[in-house]
């Protein structure tokens, strides 16, 4: 004989750290290719060659506003001038302000601006000027803590040179290898009560979750015929099993809740 058991509420609570809506930072180092343009720099095409360089620096997520993105980097670049064997070498301080948007559990998109002070060298002569950019930047998480960053911009030396640049790199999230990845999705509760249910009893699924969110489940139990040995006063220990999928694998809950 099979005996149902009332359901009875829980609140089930998911989030991608310790605390909901801890702030993050993003460190990131970013190689790049740039190649000369002429929209202000009339002759620029004419006077530099494609080069490269790098970028190394952070950004900050605040927490009452984690798409936000607040920092900066620092960065150098070295392009060829045509018909000459010098090179022009561009050593800048970057602050960046951006935004992030979510388009999946592994994937985020988003502008970057950029305005900073650039110190350039050529030969022996050395000058320095104001700089501008903008970038549109793609995120591709491969665990909780790393991810690859890829993109394309525009940045110009005022008065100096400017260019496009496509970069490809990596970010590494500070504190995030310690932490639940943030947009749990194809979330699973069960119930179960060992010795006395012959199975899990599958309770609720959940499409998603997003950091901070509450959602109300019904638990529900389906005992065997063991249930009516229990005698009054009798402990019995309750086991709630949470399963969830992100960045594409499954994961169980740390582990069953009990009561």
């Given at each position: ?99 992030s948007r979510t ?91 060992n010795n006395y ?53 499954q994961f169980p ?7």
């Open positions: 004989m099979r005996i149902p058991f009332c359901p009875f509420a829980i609140i089930l609570f998911l989030a991608s750290g310790p605390a909901s809506g801890s702030p993050e930072i993003d460190l990131h180092l970013l190689p790049q290719v740039v190649s000369p343009l002429d929209f202000v720099i009339s002759d620029g095409t004419e006077l530099y060659q494609t080069g490269g360089g790098a970028r190394a620096g952070a950004l900050y997520s605040p927490r009452w506003m984690p798409a936000l993105k607040l920092g900066g980097d620092v960065g150098v670049d070295v392009i060829g001038t045509q018909n000459t064997n010098a090179s022009l070498t561009m050593i800048g301080l970057h602050g960046a302000l951006g935004y388009l999946s559990d592994s994937l985020q998109i988003g502008p970057v601006l950029y305005a900073s002070y650039t110190q350039s060298i050529w030969e022996s002569s050395s000058d320095g000027q104001g700089s501008v950019g903008a970038d549109l930047m793609l995120g591709w998480r491969l665990t909780p803590a790393f991810s690859l960053a890829a993109g394309a911009g525009y940045v110009q030396r005022v008065g100096l040179f400017e260019g496009a640049r496509i970069f490809i790199g990596s970010t590494y999230g500070l504190g995030r290898g310690s932490r639940e990845p943030f947009t749990p999705s194809d979330i699973r509760v069960s119930l179960m009560v249910m012959d199975t899990p009893r599958p309770c609720a699924r959940i499409e998603r979750m997003r950091r901070g969110e509450e959602v109300t489940v019904d638990l529900h139990a389906l005992f065997n015929n063991s249930i009516l040995r229990v005698t009054e006063g009798e402990r019995v220990t309750v086991n709630m099993i949470v399963e969830y999928t992100t960045l594409g694998k809950s740390p582990s069953p809740k009990r009561w």
